[in-house]
Structures are given as structure tokens and as C-alpha cells.
């Protein structure tokens, strides 16, 4: 089955670099080109939290094909300096001036090497052009006056059709042996047939709640405890794994209490300062004895080599300036970041951060640090514009992610940051978005990301960040990336794991509210798994959603060439609905079907009064996905929708109307009468609720509540994703006479103030019904004592930092938390995805997790596995 290309260009400046059959080179503008397979994404999204809501699809799983060993010529015109064992950059170039089958081969570092020979690539760039290999290579000798020996490994789809025909091409073209064709295929089912069994069956369980404990776990010491060291190359030294256990990070050194600060820091808070300190200051290895620093080490011969991709070098790399700083939510990120601005001597410290929490900054600054020390401070958000002097006159420069985006100043040479601070950093974890490339454009001395959840649903999160850190030696090229870790993970490489730990080691500081050193004192927090099972009717619905959603994938499978994404975009959207009606039937009603066939069709619909009902409902789906505004890049303040099927804020698109009369996403022709806003909360509450139209569900999220209630002081919070569900359980709380309050995405910031004033300071409003993704950043809820997750959220952290709103400092009591799942559906097996993901985090951080490490998921595994 072919897949579709999708290609991703990026400009490169450099010399144009010909291999000994070329022309010499010539001064030019060249392109990178790069090629990948994917479902392309439609314009609407019916799928607010699909698998993977954060990265871009990666295509389908590739497996190793074989490799070629060759040689790269043309390196007397090149500078780029290469050893032994490196690993190198291939770099397809379409519109080389000289040879339009071009592929130009750097060093980890960016700098040209040379080129594949002219008859090689003849051969190679075709496979590349259609998506059908990615190439990586690797240098396999010394590099001479005139080439250079080196392997190239081939990755292709792991489809057995693709792969078939794939192969014959391949064996035709003699770029790989038969042989070694039939071995990596025996190699990668027998992988296949061991991931099958390691992903087989669903953990779910039978009965009555249950308290959700810690597996047994096997971690990466003892996975290399027959092995002081793990040897990346036989000829050279090696890589100890410095796994930083409780004691070690509890015996970490302290900074002096910061006199500026009128807060008295606790000690681990102490010590978080005196570690930021240090990072603000790094310095590389002295002697071939020494740790490694950001992977650099020193070897015997006085070279720098960096231990993930051999590259050496006389030259003293640069090290970053920063880190990661990703304690648990509540441990006090922010007041730690205050001290370091405080103490870290002059300059201007630019904070990036959710619009919901920039004025959180400004007031906690005012709070901490005494009054004849408060550093200058501004929040440059909407309708403000400065000059880059005017903005340096400020110490602490407070802008959204939106902002970051949109004013070129920011990020403009003009201005050099004493510090960057990416509050929520995990905004970034896609490195393709805006945003991401906005905040990689930023200049500064030192950066910083603080996030509680520096792992959201793939280990390419990270990839993101060190990138924003300014990390050098190939680790923040994506290619080498995902050559040296995230395809190790995958394959259960130790070698991966422990460069994936020793790198966030590094450069990254963890703790966890649970460590004995931190000593919160906080009230224990227990965590229940509530199984509910369907009522008769309710099993009949939810089979009939089954076999269609199944069915629909089974469509989707068989296809034998995709070229849009509407047959995957109807697995998802049944998805959807299979987990919808796991909360309340109403939920799934025919409203999707109706709005996409609205939506597939017409461009710019016709407001008349039922197409304008369609486009309110549309408006709301976008509102339950948390989708960006497309001019700021921020949760839509007073959101609208277009006639055109596009969502802003009010505020943006108005000055965008003014200005230019036309939608920035489409051109379509746009005016102030063609915005709309969400149909009021009345309409959706239609339902006639008794005993027939009540749910399983949310008949157990009403008992709970009743429990709760009963007991003098203690408040709940039902989170949901889906405010339309919140409005059916709101209804129920009115019938039965239940004081609550509401947070959700449609609310400006002055709404969701007065509704967490209600929690904290009305005795008589015991409820809070609240969006997961409003109430995951930034907010207190320490008023409440008891959790209930009504629906799962694909990625466990954004649940984890939910209910951390409860659980976190100032909480008095103790924390109950009830996750809510329909007993033998859909939630179960996303308990599954979630542990999965889990185990990822617990990789990089070398905490608690599983031994087995599962294989690689793509989007279309998951569904397999959830409909399974």
C-alpha cells in the first residue's frame, strides 16, 4: 500500500558541494529537503485529543532494509571535519545546480563533508523523493584528500507490500544484497512477533475501585549491572550512566538564602537555586577522567568528542547556557526562578508564559522579593509596542507564547536576553510549529524551560527543548536525534537509554512531590480506578459505535493508495464518538456527521439560519479541542468563528478585518458580520433527564458528589474534555438542588477568577466543573480535596497536572482522586496508551518504570490497539 509524500523544506546558506564528479563548487542558496509519509491532517479537526496531539504523524513505522557501503567524494572542497565512526548528515538536494539527484553529506555540526558519488545517487534519489527510504550514514574509515569511506543504512516502510516491492527495487539496483535483505527482514518480525507479545491483552480489571500502585520495576542499573560501562565503540572509552537517585539529589549543595528575597526558600528550593546557578556557568571536562558535559567528553589525545554521534574536535565546543528545569507541579518552579533573576546578576530576564499565568509572575515577584529589590518589570502582551531599547530598560519582560510569536521584536538580533525563561515550556514540544521556531529565534546569554511535564506523548518532546537550549554536537538535529535515541528506545538499546539519561541528568533537574528530602508535608494522595459497568441499552449503543468504528478502520486499511486523510479522518471521528458515549449518549448525536458534511463541501458557508447553527456547533468542538487562536497562537479570548470555518479571538481577527478585509487563513473575502459567536449553554441542555436518559456515568459522578458533600468542608472538582458533557452533568446538579461553579475554554480570564473566587470563598458551592486542559496550567484548586477524571486524556501528564491543582502546597487534606472508566471500552485500553507513556518519562529520568519497553506506536497502532 503506497502512502502519501508530504515534504518539509528548510533553507540552508552555504557552499555548494560537488563530489569528484562535479563542478567545483560555487557560492549559492541552497535547499534541505527532507522526505517523510504521512496522513495528511484536515482542516477541521473532529478529534480534539487524537493519539498523538502534540507531533506531527510520523508515517509508517520504518524498519532497517539493509545497508551500502560506499564513499563520500568531492571532501577536498570541504572544510567539514569527520573521524572514524561519526555519524554524518544526508541531505537530499533537488535543485543542485550541477546534478538535480544531489545528496550532500554534512557533519553533526552542519558543516559540508562532501557528496555521494554521481552514480550512486542516480539510483538512491528516486527512492528518497517518493518517501520510500530514509537514508542515515556513518563513516567507516579515515578521511583522505579525496573521499572519504562510509555505510549507509537504509529505513523503510514496515508495510510487507511496500516493503516487497521496495526490496525488489533495491536488489535490482544493487544497492543491497540479497542476503542481507532476507536477514533484517527475519530480524524485524522476529521484533515484531516479540512486540505482539509484550503489547498483548488489556490490564483492565473487574470489580469493585481499586487503588492505583506503582508496578514492580526493573530499572536501567540493574539492566546494566553485569556492565560497568556501556561501550559505544570497542577503540573508545565509554559512557557510565550517572542515574541521580533520591539520596544523591537530596544530597545535592545549597545556595545561601537570597538576602534580596522576602521568602524564606525551603531547602530543596535552595538547592534547585544553587544547580541553576551552576548551569548558568557550565564548563567542560578537564581531563579524560571527568564526566561527561552535555555528552562532551575529553579524550586521552586532549579532543572533545561527543559520546552520541563520535564527533571530535580541537576546538572547545560551545556548552549551552540553562537547562530544564522540571520539578513536579507545586514544588514552587517559579518562585526558584525568581531567585535565580534575582541573583543572577544584571540584565534583562524575558518570560514567556500562558496567558493565564503572566500575571501570576508579576504578582509573585511582588510578593517574594523585598520591596527595595523588586527588579523592573513589564507584561508586554496586546496593544503594547516597544523598541528594542525600550524593552532592555525593563528587568523582567513578561510575554505570551502568542506574543512571542507575533512581534518580530522579541526575537529580533536587536535584542540579547540576560535570560530566557519558557514558562509551561512544553508549549514548544513540536519543533514544526510557530511558536517553537519563534522561541528557537530568540537571543540570549542562558535559557531556561520550566515544565512539570518535559515528556507529554514522545520522546521527540525533548528533542524540541535541547534544541531551544542552543545544545551543540548533533543531538539538536532532529536526523541525529531520532538516529541516536528515539530509534534506540524503540529497539530497546540500552545504549539509548542511557544517552537519553544522561543527557536530561545534565541538563535537567526532577523532583518529585513523593521524595522524602522535599518534604512538602502534604496530606497523602489516593488515586482510584471507579470500573462502572454499561446498563443494557448502553452496551447496545456503544457495540453498534464498535463494529463502525472497526469497520471504518478495516476500510481504512485495506485501501491500496491513500491520498487524503477523509477515510482516517472518519476513524477518528468515530473514535470520538465510541468515547463519548461512554460518557452520556446525547454526546454523540448526529452532529458531527451533519457538520461534516456542511464543512466538506462548501468553502465559505452561507449564514443562513441553519448553516449558522452548524458553524456555532462547529465554533463549540473547536472551543472542547482547545484549539489556537490563528493570529496569537493562544486559547481564543471571546472566541468567534468565520464564515470560512476558521477560529480566532474576537480581538484579533476584528483588527485583522480593518486592516485587510480578508481572513489571514484563506483570503476568503471577510467582514465583521460573518464572525459568530458560540450558541448559548441553554441550547445543548435539551435532554429530559430521569431515569431512562441518565448515564452510567454520570450517575456515578453524582453518587460521588453526594459522598463528597456529606463530609463538613470538602469540595470535588469533575474534570471533563468535553464541555458539552459538563453541561449534562451541570444539569443534573441543578435538578438535585447542588451550589456548583464552572471553568471552561469559552470563559475570558475575569469569568474564571470569579469562578475559583466562588470555590475558595463559598461555603455553600461544593463543585467545580472544569475543562482538564483550562484547569492542567497554572490555577489553584487547593479549596478541593477530591478529583474525579471523568473521561481519560491520551497523555497521562496533562491529567497529572490537573490534579496537581488539588495536590500541591497549601493543600490541608487529604486528596482523593476517582478516575471514572466504563468497564471492557475504549477507556480501558487508553489506560494502557497512558502507561506506556509514563514509561517513557521514567526512561529519561531513570525513575520507577517497567522493564519491557513496547514498541513503537504510530497513530494508526493505537487505534488498532484501542479497537481491538
Given at each position: ?22 563542478e ?85 555540526m ?8 554521481r ?52 536488489k ?15 530480524d524485524?518480525?522476529?521484533?515484531r512477533?516479540i ?34 560501562a ?60 571527568d ?14 568528542w ?80 516597544l ?48 511558536v ?16 512539570g ?68 508535608k ?18 447496545q ?15 481504512f ?94 480581538g ?32 445543548e441542555?435539551?435532554?429530559n ?50 451550589k456548583?461553579t ?57 491529567e ?54 513496547k ?14
Amino acid at each position: 500500500m503506497s502512502q502519501p509524500r508530504k515534504r518539509s523544506w528548510r533553507d540552508v546558506v552555504d557552499l555548494t558541494g560537488e563530489n569528484s564528479d562535479h563542478e567545483p563548487p560555487s557560492q549559492t542558496r541552497r535547499l534541505h529537503y527532507a522526505t517523510s509519509t504521512s496522513i495528511p491532517t484536515p482542516t477541521l479537526t473532529l478529534e480534539p485529543d487524537s493519539v498523538d496531539l502534540t507531533q506531527e504523524d510520523d508515517g509508517p513505522i520504518r524498519e532497517l532494509y539493509g545497508t551500502f557501503d560506499g564513499k563520500i567524494v568531492g571532501i577536498r572542497y570541504y572544510n567539514g571535519r569527520v573521524s572514524p565512526g561519526e555519524l554524518v548528515l544526508c541531505i537530499r538536494e533537488p535543485q543542485n545546480k550541477f546534478d538535480s539527484n544531489a545528496i550532500r553529506i554534512d557533519n553533526v555540526m552542519g558543516q559540508q563533508v562532501g557528496h555521494l558519488p554521481r552514480k550512486v545517487v542516480t539510483k538512491l534519489a528516486p527512492y528518497v523523493d517518493r518517501g520510500d527510504l530514509v537514508i542515515e550514514g556513518q563513516l567507516t574509515g579515515e578521511k583522505g584528500f579525496y573521499d572519504c569511506p562510509a555505510k549507509l543504512s537504509f529505513y523503510g516502510p514496515s508495510d510487507a507490500t511496500q516493503r516487497a516491492t521496495i526490496e525488489a527495487n533495491l536488489k535490482k539496483d544493487k544497492l543491497v544484497k540479497a542476503t542481507q535483505l532476507k536477514q533484517t527482514k527475519k530480524d524485524a518480525e522476529a521484533r515484531r512477533r516479540i512486540q505482539d507479545l509484550r503489547n498483548g491483552g488489556s490490564t483492565a480489571g473487574v470489580g469493585e475501585a481499586v487503588v492505583i500502585e506503582d508496578e514492580p520495576t526493573v530499572t536501567l542499573v540493574s539492566l546494566l549491572s553485569n556492565s560497568e560501562a556501556v561501550d559505544f565503540r570497542a577503540d573508545k572509552d565509554a559512557i557510565k550512566t550517572l542515574a541521580l537517585s533520591e539520596e544523591q539529589l537530596a544530597q545535592m549543595p545549597q545556595a545561601a538564602q537570597p538576602p534580596q528575597l522576602s521568602a524564606t526558600l525551603l531547602p530543596y528550593q535552595l538547592q534547585a537555586l544553587a544547580w541553576m546557578t551552576a548551569k548558568e556557568h557550565p564548563s567542560l571536562p578537564n581531563t579524560d577522567k571527568d564526566d561527561a558535559v552535555q555528552l562532551w567528553r575529553r579524550h586521552p589525545n586532549k579532543l572533545y568528542w561527543n559520546i552520541a554521534t563520535d564527533f571530535y574536535t580541537k576546538i572547545p565546543p560551545q556548552l549551552l547556557s540553562g537547562g530544564i528545569l522540571a520539578d513536579d507541579m507545586g514544588l514552587g518552579k517559579t518562585l526558584e526562578t525568581i531567585s535565580l533573576i534575582v541573583t543572577g546578576g544584571p540584565g534583562s530576564t524575558l518570560i514567556v508564559a500562558p496567558v493565564s499565568v503572566m500575571s501570576n509572575w508579576e504578582q509573585q515577584i511582588q510578593r517574594h522579593v523585598r520591596k527595595e529589590n523588586q527588579p523592573s518589570t513589564i507584561i508586554y502582551h496586546v496593544g503594547k509596542k516597544l523598541t528594542a531599547k525600550e524593552l532592555l530598560e525593563y528587568d523582567v519582560v513578561i510575554t505570551s507564547y502568542g506574543k512571542l510569536t507575533s512581534d518580530s521584536i522579541l526575537t529580533s538580533d536587536k535584542v540579547e536576553w540576560r535570560r530566557v525563561v519558557l514558562d509551561e515550556g512544553h508549549t514548544i514540544r513540536n519543533s514544526k510549529t510557530k511558536v517553537a521556531m519563534a522561541a528557537y529565534k530568540l537571543q540570549a546569554k542562558s535559557r531556561w524551560v520550566l515544565t512539570g511535564t518535559p515528556i507529554i506523548n514522545h520522546v521527540k518532546d525533548l528533542q524540541s527543548l535541547v534544541r531551544f537550549l542552543g545544545i551543540r554536537g548533533g543531538i539538536e538535529q532532529p536526523d541525529i536525534f531520532n538516529s541516536v535515541i528515539t530509534r534506540r528506545l524503540g529497539d530497546s538499546d540500552r545504549v539509548g537509554e542511557a544517552l537519553l539519561q544522561n543527557l536530561m541528568q545534565d541538563v535537567c533537574l526532577r523532583r518529585r512531590k513523593d521524595m522524602k528530602f522535599v518534604d512538602l508535608k502534604l496530606p497523602e494522595k489516593k488515586e482510584f480506578v471507579q470500573r462502572i459497568p454499561f446498563y443494557p441499552e448502553e452496551k447496545q449503543k456503544y457495540d453498534a459505535l464498535l463494529a463502525e468504528a472497526k469497520g471504518a478502520l478495516e476500510q481504512f486499511q485495506a485501501r491500496e493508495n491513500v491520498q487524503t486523510g477523509g477515510r482516517f479522518t472518519n476513524v477518528l471521528e468515530r473514535l470520538l464518538r465510541l468515547r463519548q458515549v461512554c460518557n452520556h449518549w446525547t454526546l454523540c448525536k448526529s452532529r458531527v456527521e451533519d457538520l461534516m458534511r456542511l464543512l466538506e463541501d462548501e468553502d465559505v458557508v452561507e449564514l443562513t439560519p441553519k448553516n449558522t447553527a452548524l458553524l456555532q456547533e462547529a465554533l463549540r468542538l473547536y472551543i472542547e479541542s482547545q484549539e489556537d487562536c490563528a493570529i496569537c497562537y493562544d486559547t481564543p479570548a471571546a472566541p468567534v468563528i468565520t464564515h470560512c470555518k476558521h477560529v480566532f479571538c474576537r480581538g484579533c481577527i476584528t483588527r485583522a478585518i480593518q486592516i485587510q478585509h480578508k481572513c489571514p487563513m484563506c483570503r476568503n473575502q471577510l467582514e465583521e458580520d460573518h464572525l459568530l459567536e458560540p450558541a448559548p449553554e441553554e441550547g445543548e441542555a435539551d435532554v429530559n433527564f430521569d431515569g431512562e436518559t441518565q448515564s452510567s456515568k454520570t450517575e456515578a459522578i453524582t453518587q460521588i458528589i453526594k459522598a463528597v458533600t456529606n463530609k463538613r468542608g470538602s469540595k470535588v472538582i469533575v474534570f471533563s474534555q468535553w464541555t458539552s458533557f459538563l453541561t449534562v452533568v451541570q444539569a443534573q446538579l441543578e435538578a438535585k438542588g447542588i451550589k456548583f461553579t464552572r471553568i471552561d475554554g469559552s470563559m475570558n480570564i475575569a469569568k474564571r477568577d470569579q469562578a475559583i473566587a466562588a470555590l475558595d470563598n463559598d461555603d455553600e458551592t461544593r463543585v467545580m466543573l472544569a475543562s482538564l486542559s483550562v484547569c492542567s496550567v497554572g490555577l489553584n484548586l487547593v479549596s478541593a480535596d477530591t478529583v474525579i477524571l471523568s473521561d481519560s486524556w491520551w497523555a497521562p501528564a496533562i491529567e497529572d497536572q490537573a490534579i496537581d491543582r488539588v495536590h500541591r502546597l497549601g493543600q490541608t487534606r487529604e486528596t482523593t482522586v476517582f478516575r471514572l472508566v466504563m468497564e471492557g471500552s475504549v477507556e480501558d485500553r487508553v489506560l494502557d496508551i497512558q502507561r506506556d507513556k509514563r514509561e517513557l518519562v521514567s526512561k529519561a529520568f531513570h525513575e520507577k518504570g517497567e522493564n519491557k519497553k513496547k514498541a513503537k506506536e504510530t497513530r494508526l497502532a493505537d487505534l488498532q490497539k484501542l479497537l481491538g
